[in-house]
């Protein structure tokens, strides 16, 4: 039996790929091309009203912009994270004084990644990492299933956020959120909606 070796794929060819930002759009991890998988109504529901509520702050001051599911190629990888958020002063503006319609290539300052059903927590938290390692300042994965936060922060030990909405009167503790940004939320606000 012959085989014929799969020549790997670089980042550069990758992204000259026509089909990456179908949806779902895909990845480049590691030299694999993979897809990410098709969200549900929870994960829908979460990001659209996660990233709005980030945009009505942190956009009216010109402090950040929150971008689902924006390209972000950096550090040999190309993810697209369920919402990226970048602070104002990095994003590349056309003429127009408007966003640039492309991706990014650098690692966003809020990388937020929503686990979808049966999506392997490990490949989104090395995603998560990986955003860290290459300049991000947090990085939130949010689990629906199991209502819990987990934060990351570099060189700080992860922390989990759990929502307990059986007693809303519960006070509890604040996300962390960027510098900058006056949002206050916390896992029960956010699986309350």
């Not at 790929?17 to 480049?28: G, Q, T, V």
Request: with cysteine; charged share 20%; proline share 9%.
């Amino acid at each position: 039996m012959t085989t014929t070796p799969i020549l790997p794929l670089t980042l550069q060819d990758f992204l000259k790929k026509p089909n990456i930002d179908e949806s779902p759009a895909w990845e480049y991890i590691n030299g694999e091309v993979i897809q990410k998988p098709m969200p549900k109504t929870h994960h829908s529901r979460l990001q659209l009203k996660l990233a709005s509520a980030i945009e009505l702050v942190a956009e009216a001051s010109q402090v950040a912009l929150a971008f689902p599911e924006l390209r972000c190629t950096f550090g040999g990888r190309s993810v697209v994270p369920d919402i990226a958020v970048v602070y104002w002063d990095k994003i590349p503006l056309n003429n127009a004084g408007e966003p640039e319609n492309s991706a990014i290539f650098f690692a966003p300052d809020w990388t937020i990644e929503i686990l979808s059903p049966n999506q392997k927590s490990t490949k989104v938290i090395d995603n998560i990492l990986h955003c860290l390692e290459h300049g991000s300042q947090l990085g939130w994965l949010i689990d629906p299933d199991d209502k819990s936060i987990f934060v990351f922060q570099p060189q700080q030990t992860p922390r989990v956020y759990k929502a307990d909405l059986s007693n809303n009167e519960t006070p509890q503790e604040t996300l962390p959120i960027l510098d900058k940004i006056e949002l206050y939320l916390t896992a029960n606000k956010i699986f309350s909606w």
